[in-house]
């Protein structure tokens, strides 16, 4: 599955003390992180962080335990880069849900230490045979990371074909929380969502905090807005800001949905949120020929004041 592995990408990508590569027995390629400010680890399957742990801090990022870490299957947990589409492929046309990058190989491009103490590290994706029987043949894809304090997260998309590339993308970020009873997502009054539970009625968040006490699965429209995570039971916040994207989704699947899901624990539920970065829906991009689109996000953590 690795187009390399971590004898050929240590010797030109690691870093001392701070960037290192490994294979792990069920064939991927994860990256090792350390930075004096956080630790982190990414696969390159699928572009795939799945740890980011700010120093002296509780995890930022949640992992299920029972994810499957091996190829060919997407992992539960981390952040998922979920492109050319978003959910089911839609158009009645097949395709995994999510679409194909999160279960592609990437390629690494560079790794880099800042004088700040920030790794960053960029992996691109262009078109195999896999994304080519799906009809998306010209086109490339790279996500930038820059791990720290912070995290920093960009994907950009180019069109190097002769018509119009379109699709949606998205950033499918699981938030490590304390009690999931005990958050609160601000920053989505007023807008419009899509109830994917309620056979997608549009409705408008009216409250200025979003509670979770049941299962949650809404797609906000046409919003920009940057957006605070109270986790109260660890007494902190997630602040996250976004560029390049004008649909944020929230998602838990409650005790109601996790028996369903095997790679969930029973009490996985109430360990994380889904706050993500995403155009879809009617958000999703037309790229024209040539041109390149960036969608960002950038999370940073505080306590409770």
Not at 94 to 109: K, Y
């Amino acid at each position: 599955m690795s187009l390399h592995n971590a004898a050929s990408l240590n010797p030109k990508f690691a870093i001392l003390d701070h960037v290192r590569f490994e294979d792990t027995p069920e064939g991927l390629t994860r990256i090792v992180v350390k930075t004096p400010r956080a630790e982190a680890t990414l696969y390159t399957y699928g572009a795939h962080l799945t740890q980011w742990n700010p120093v002296g801090q509780h995890p930022g990022i949640y992992l299920s335990p029972k994810s499957a870490l091996q190829p060919g299957k997407a992992i539960r947990g981390g952040i998922p880069v979920l492109f050319p589409w978003f959910g089911p492929r839609s158009d009645g046309k097949e395709g995994p849900m999510h679409g194909f990058a999160r279960i592609s190989e990437w390629n690494v491009e560079s790794t880099h230490f800042s004088p700040e103490g920030v790794v960053t590290i960029t992996l691109s994706l262009e078109a195999d045979e896999h994304a080519r029987s799906l009809g998306f043949d010209h086109f490339r894809a790279a996500m930038q990371f820059e791990i720290g304090e912070h995290l920093d997260i960009t994907l950009e998309v180019t069109n190097h074909g002769s018509e119009d590339l379109v699709f949606e993308e998205g950033l499918h970020t699981y938030f490590a929380v304390g009690d999931i009873t005990k958050v609160a997502t601000e920053g989505l009054e007023g807008t419009t969502y899509l109830d994917k539970r309620d056979d997608f009625k549009r409705k408008v968040q009216t409250t200025k905090l979003l509670t979770y006490t049941r299962d949650v699965d809404q797609i906000h429209l046409n919003t920009t807005s940057a957006l605070t995570i109270h986790d109260d039971a660890w007494k902190r916040e997630i602040h996250i800001e976004k560029q390049g994207s004008n649909t944020t989704v929230t998602w838990n699947p409650w005790s109601v949905l996790s028996p369903g899901m095997p790679d969930l624990d029973p009490e996985s539920w109430k360990h994380f949120v889904c706050v993500e970065t995403l155009n879809a829906s009617e958000n999703k991009i037309t790229l024209a020929p040539g041109a390149t689109h960036r969608m960002d996000s950038n999370v940073r953590i505080t306590a409770k004041a």
